[in-house]
């Protein structure tokens, strides 16, 4: 037997033996428990727990929800000084808005329960509904005119109506379920189905809301044509053009009209200047600056007594900033994320043309406008006029947009593997078509064909 031959059993020689390090007692384990591993268990944790089906259902359900109840607060807080001036109970306008709250959530719960297929067939009726009262705004003693834009339809009594909102959801509901059936086909190659008839009919709700002089509902319905098109995949040439025509005509409604161009004289201004026509935009920047880290505290805000114009409608978002800090204003713009992303999720991530469309809309829809609004706040975009979606006050503006909402969680529940993991769900006891009953003393008992036990 050759000299380095081992017998089975021997031990190795002590060169050997030393040749192999032996791990130092405990290594594996702190090299497990170690800042750095802890850090990426936490990051596979996150990871998987971002991939699961329903976080979308979850994040478009919680970051809606806790907007629209952090919007009621500010309502309230934002609103009272106002709705005493005007010799009002001060929770006038929160009573309003919380009606009108109650009434949204009941379109949500009814829109996340439809089928895709009854989406579908409301969006002609709801195209035609909403263009009969646009077109209804216009006619004298019908329509009512408020800080110079007639878009006012009075309802009777403390009640309006403002339809351009409705026309928003009506444009996404008819323009997706047109896209849907055009791809279906395989038109949205050729421009002409591409843009005929969405343009046409887009650019008429345009005419009917600049006909009421509102253009900031007029840009957000602009936003969500770009972004339909983009969706059914329009070359980029296209939206060059597109896009140099909407600037020309935005340039000329601008300059034909002092009011506008008063707006974008105020751009970064820190002083209300001659005549005060920066007056808004200067004190909403004073709202946010005074409000620093944590705010002074809900409802002590100074500018809404009186100083800052649309406290609780259009620059709520200054008011939130003064009560409740940088902070504050912080949270809101994550809830606006989480929402947006949520929607970008359930647009990306289904196989439905009509889904892709609608959820990719509505995601355009809620955050364009909430850019327009905190831009405007922060001195960055000229004054607009557009509420904070799900946040400012105005019933109008509110009901269209917790029906898409509902939308949004229609789609993420109608997700092939949200749909198991719901199904999972349910409840697996109870009364059942399987022979089983239960007795009062909680017992099972089988049913025989004979009666017997």
């Known amino acids: 037997m050759p000299a380095k031959q081992m017998l089975p059993g021997r031990r190795p020689s002590a060169a050997r033996a030393q040749g192999r390090k032996r791990p130092a007692a405990g290594a594996g384990r702190s090299a497990g428990r170690g800042p750095l591993a802890r850090f990426r268990r936490t990051q596979e944790q996150v990871r998987k727990a971002w991939d699961r089906p329903l976080t979308a259902y979850y994040l478009i359900f919680g970051s809606s929800l806790l907007i629209t109840v952090l919007g009621l607060v500010m309502v309230y807080s934002a609103s009272m000084i106002k709705a005493l001036q005007l010799g009002l109970g001060d929770a006038y306008f929160f009573k309003k808005q919380f009606l009108a709250a109650l009434i949204g959530a009941c379109l949500l719960f009814a829109a996340s329960r439809m089928p895709v297929k009854l989406h579908r067939a409301l969006s002609y009726p709801v195209l035609a509904g909403t263009l009969f009262l646009m077109a209804l705004v216009q006619v004298p003693g019908i329509g009512v005119s408020i800080n110079g834009n007639q878009n006012w339809i009075s309802l009777g009594g403390p009640f309006m109506l403002q339809p351009s909102e409705f026309g928003k959801l009506a444009l996404i509901l008819w323009g997706a379920d047109l896209l849907a059936r055009k791809g279906d086909k395989n038109l949205l190659s050729q421009w002409k189905h591409l843009l005929v008839p969405l343009v046409p009919v887009a650019f008429l709700l345009l005419g009917l809301i600049m006909l009421g002089g509102d253009m900031g509902t007029a840009m957000i319905l602009g936003a969500i044509l770009f972004g339909l098109l983009w969706l059914a995949g329009a070359p980029t040439r296209l939206f060059v053009g597109v896009l140099a025509f909407a600037g020309v005509i935005v340039a000329l409604l601008i300059k034909t009209s002092p009011h506008r161009m008063d707006r974008l004289s105020c751009l970064g201004a820190t002083e209300p200047g001659k005549n005060d026509l920066c007056w808004q935009a200067v004190h909403g920047i004073y709202a946010l600056a005074s409000g620093g880290w944590f705010g002074s505290g809900l409802g002590a805000s100074v500018e809404k007594w009186g100083q800052l114009p649309e406290a609780h409608t259009?620059?709520?978002?200054?008011?939130?900033?003064?009560?409740?800090?940088?902070?504050?204003?912080?949270?809101?713009?994550?809830?606006?994320?989480?929402?947006?992303?949520?929607?970008?999720?359930?647009?990306?991530?289904t196989e439905d043309s009509f889904v892709r469309f609608a959820a990719g809309g509505v995601t355009t829809w809620i955050t364009a406008q909430a850019v327009i609004n905190i831009g405007a706040v922060l001195g960055l975009l000229p004054i607009a006029g557009v509420p904070l979606p799900l946040f400012s006050y105005g019933g109008s503006a509110l009901l269209p947009t917790m029906f898409a909402v509902g939308l949004l969680i229609a789609f993420a529940r109608e997700e092939p593997a949200a749909r198991a993991a719901l199904a999972m769900r349910q409840p697996k006891t109870g009364w059942r078509r399987t022979g089983v009953r239960w007795k009062s003393m909680r017992r099972r008992v089988k049913k025989r064909p004979s009666g017997e036990r």
Do not use: C, H, P, Q
Not at 320 to 346: C, D, H, N
């Open 314 to 349: 259009d620059f709520i978002f200054a008011i939130t900033g003064e009560e409740l800090g940088l902070a504050g204003t912080l949270s809101v713009l994550a809830l606006f994320a989480a929402l947006g992303y949520a929607g970008i999720r359930v647009a990306g991530r």
